[in-house]
C-alpha cells in the first residue's frame, strides 16, 4: 500500500543508494527517469541530462560501468539505441522496495564519519521504533 508519505524515507534511500553504488545524485536521478524511457537514444539521454547538473562526459560514465548497455549498435544513418542494464533495474527495484517500508542495510555506514553515523542510527530508529 502506498500512503501519502511515499517519500518519506527518501533522503537515506537516496543515500543508502548512492554509499552502496557509488552513484552521484545526478547518475540516480537519471537512471530513474530512464527506467520508464524504454531504449532511448544519446538524443533522448542528452534532454533529460540538460536539466540536472551538468556532466558531458555522465552518459559514457554510465555506459562504461555498465549502467547503460547498447540495445542496437549505429549502422549507418541508424542511429543507435540503449537501454537500462539488468544491474540498472536491480538498483531501481530495491530503491521502490526501500521506499515501500523494506529493511535498509547499515552496511554502507561502516566508516565512523559523522554523516554514517547519523544515517545509521536514524535506520536503527526506523527498525526499533520507540513505544510511545
Do not use: C
Request: hydrophobic share 35%.
Amino acid at each position: 500500500m502506498i500512503s501519502e508519505d511515499y517519500l518519506k524515507y527518501w533522503r537515506v534511500v537516496r543515500y543508502y543508494i548512492k554509499k552502496k553504488y557509488k552513484l552521484t545524485t545526478a547518475e540516480l536521478e537519471t537512471l530513474l527517469f530512464l527506467k520508464t524511457e524504454g531504449r532511448f537514444s544519446r538524443d533522448d539521454f542528452q534532454k533529460f541530462n540538460e536539466v540536472i547538473s551538468w556532466n558531458k562526459d555522465r552518459f559514457e560514465k554510465l555506459r562504461r560501468e555498465g549502467w547503460i548497455v547498447v540495445f542496437r549498435k549505429r549502422v549507418g544513418k541508424r542511429r543507435a539505441l540503449y537501454e537500462l542494464s539488468y544491474k540498472s533495474k536491480r538498483v531501481i527495484a530495491s530503491v521502490y522496495s526501500k521506499l515501500n517500508g523494506a529493511d535498509i542495510p547499515t552496511s554502507p555506514f561502516q566508516s565512523n564519519s559523522y554523516t554514517n553515523k547519523l544515517y545509521r542510527n536514524f535506520i536503527e530508529q526506523l527498525r526499533h521504533p520507540s513505544p510511545e
